[in-house]
Nanobody, 124 residues
Framework: QVQLVESGGGLVQAGGSLRLSCVAS????????MGWFRQAPGKEREFVAT????????YYADSVKGRFTISRGYAKNPVYLQMNSLKPEDTGVYYC?????????????????WGQGTQVTVSS
């Protein structure tokens, strides 16, 4: 079992920054890639970023490349999502997820543990 708790969401003006954190716990956390996904009102959940267990490989959605950075803390926990130059279209609930293996992946079905989400609202 893996438990994930996100924090760091909030209301920010366009052009601003936020840093999301995902704290993981549980005996089976080790060896897993981690990902961030988001869901806007009325839309499906979409991939944002992923990082390998090793931390050496990351992938980003085209819509956030150059603005968002995913990273792992010391001892690979927490996992962070630094979000800069935020846009109104970045608004949504952001979810942290733990992958079934150590390789980074953009596919939601490759993740088997999810957090409860944290709300990010970007005003224009």
């Amino acid at each position: 079992q893996v438990q994930l708790v996100e924090s760091g969401g909030g209301l920010v003006q366009a052009g601003g920054s936020l840093r999301l954190s995902c704290v993981a716990s549980g005996r089976t956390y080790s060896g897993r890639a981690m990902g961030w996904f988001r869901q806007a009102p009325g839309k499906e959940r979409e991939f944002v970023a992923t990082i390998a267990w090793s931390g050496g490989t990351t992938y980003y959605a085209d819509s956030v490349k150059g603005r968002f950075t995913i990273s792992r803390g010391y001892a690979k926990n927490p996992v962070y999502l630094q979000m800069n130059s935020l846009k109104p279209e970045d608004t949504g609930v952001y979810y942290c997820a733990a992958g079934r293996s150590g390789g980074p992946t953009t596919i939601p079905d490759d993740y088997d543990y999810w957090g409860q989400g944290t709300q990010v609202t970007v005003s224009s």
